[in-house]
């Protein structure tokens, strides 16, 4: 049974059933109805949410509970899967995974970037995110590894020393186990996508599956494209950038921005290090280095005031930069963790953004990603690398640089040269192709969370993606599937 959505509009269901015969759902209580049911396959009526609280009404379903992955460990990943806003049958499966490693793809990517949710200023309730990513994509967020957020181990030792091998491992675990959860959706198109370590994530990820497929002689991950933001790819190209982008955009002095360009990434000397410590204490604590046009929120003053039961919000240029708080409040509220069946075990932390009991490998920060990359492209699966151009942290410079050296390793010529795209009349970044395989794109005006404060160019930008489209190259508008585009 494939029940779409099941609605109690401020009443308690008291019972629900399934009721295998008739292929019908019978719920008992007033003020409830069904729609959209279809007597094809069982979903898990258990982690089906009924709604959350301060949830304006939607016409999409919402899925959220938990994967065990390793019984004997008792080891399970906490997911929140969200239909796609109309169409869910015809669209495909999105995987998104934030970084850290160690930070939430929930209270990240599903409460403050790309769901259909961002919570309200009061962090008691939501309002609807207008540029969702499942207006074209049903989509799938993980807590993933172990240890963050609401994912868990009863062996306490099982959070040390996790590794990107061990996340990958448990990610592939976690994906033939939801299958089984949502089977109708083993045959979807699938697209890997995430953000900032992630870039260690989801092509390792990617690795892991095709190594899977070529192995499986029945069931195969149907990978149609890999999408990273903003992504750690390979540490001392990437670091050098932080420092070219902090003297470019006038954040140090010429001084100790050359000091630091004419260093030896493979052996820094002291003088070096000096200088990157110099430069570190100048850009100081009061800029956000993830965004650096945006102001910064003071997380113990939106804090006190959301615990007053005060808006906490405060608007830079558009954006509400105290969300983190605000959604930090609201997925530790006692209701909420009950609404989205999570901490079922009743962790002796509360839910954070980031993880403080997760111990990585901190080794791993130096693999580098481009082999792995290469092998997903050499598989015919489209790689896309994006890069909100206002991020110090990991910035576009590095992953400009890193996707050409790759382009030239695969031998790739340029089928579309570095050019200006555009969404609603207005330049949405810049976008150069290799090989119609890889591409590399900016957005203009977001930072290292890209849809956090650009949402409606990377909406536009992951459409394209998912649908195969360039990036537009005119200014003039045109509506596909009731989206506007370019």
Not at 12 to 26: D, Q
Request: charged residues 20%.
């Amino acid at each position: 049974m494939d029940m779409k959505s099941v609605y109690c509009e401020g009443i308690e269901v008291i019972r629900m059933e399934k009721c295998w015969f008739f292929g019908v759902l019978i719920v008992v209580g007033y003020g409830c109805f069904l729609r959209d049911i279809v007597g094809v396959e069982g979903y898990p009526i258990e982690d089906l949410i009924m709604k959350l609280p301060g949830q304006p009404k939607v016409e999409f379903s919402q899925y959220a509970g938990y994967v065990d992955i390793d019984v004997k460990h008792g080891r399970s990943l906490f997911y929140y899967f969200v239909e796609a806003d109309q169409y869910p049958h015809k669209k495909p499966l999105t995987l998104w995974l934030n970084g850290g490693p160690g930070c939430s793809s929930i209270g990240g990517g599903a409460f403050t970037e790309l769901g259909p949710f961002y919570s309200t200023g009061d962090g008691r309730g939501l309002q609807r995110n207008s540029n969702s990513w499942n207006k074209v994509s049903n989509l799938l967020f993980v807590e993933s590894p172990i240890g963050v957020g609401w994912s868990y181990s009863n062996i306490t030792s099982d959070y040390n020393n996790y590794d990107d091998a061990s996340t990958a491992n448990d990610m592939l675990l976690f994906m033939l186990k939801w299958y089984e959860k949502f089977p109708s959706y083993k045959s979807r198109n699938l697209f890997l996508t995430g953000e900032s370590y992630a870039g260690h994530f989801i092509p390792q990820l990617a690795n892991i599956l095709l190594d899977y497929n070529s192995h499986s002689t029945t069931f195969k991950f149907n990978i149609k494209g890999v999408a990273i933001g903003n992504p750690l790819l390979k540490l001392d190209r990437d670091t050098q950038a932080i420092y070219e982008y902090f003297w470019s955009h006038g954040m140090i002095s010429d001084e100790i921005g050359l000091a630091i360009m004419n260093c030896n990434y493979d052996n820094l000397t002291k003088s070096c290090k000096d200088a990157m410590i110099d430069a570190q204490d100048i850009v100081g604590d009061y800029i956000d280095s993830y965004d650096v046009i945006l102001d910064v929120c003071y997380p113990s003053i939106a804090e006190q005031e959301l615990r007053l039961k005060k808006m906490a919000t405060k608007i830079s240029l558009g954006v509400d930069v105290c969300m983190d708080s605000e959604i930090h409040f609201y997925l530790n509220l006692p209701e909420v963790q009950k609404a989205l069946h999570a901490n079922r075990t009743n962790l002796s932390y509360p839910w954070s953004m980031c993880s403080d009991v997760l111990n990585y490998n901190n080794a791993d920060h130096d693999i580098n990603m481009l082999p792995v990359l290469k092998r997903i492209v050499q598989n015919h699966i489209p790689v896309w690398v994006y890069s909100g151009d206002q991020d110090s942290v990991v910035p576009l410079l590095g992953s400009r640089t890193l996707i050409r050296e790759l382009a030239i390793d695969l031998k790739f010529n340029i089928t579309d040269p570095y050019r200006v795209w555009f969404h609603k009349g207005q330049v949405g970044g810049w976008v150069t192709e290799y090989g119609n395989l890889l591409t590399f794109a900016t957005v203009r005006g977001a930072g290292h969370m890209v849809s956090y404060a650009q949402p409606s160019r990377a909406l536009h930008l992951f459409s394209s993606f998912v649908s195969g489209r360039k990036l537009p190259n005119t200014s003039q508008p045109s509506i596909i599937d009731g989206i506007t585009y370019g």
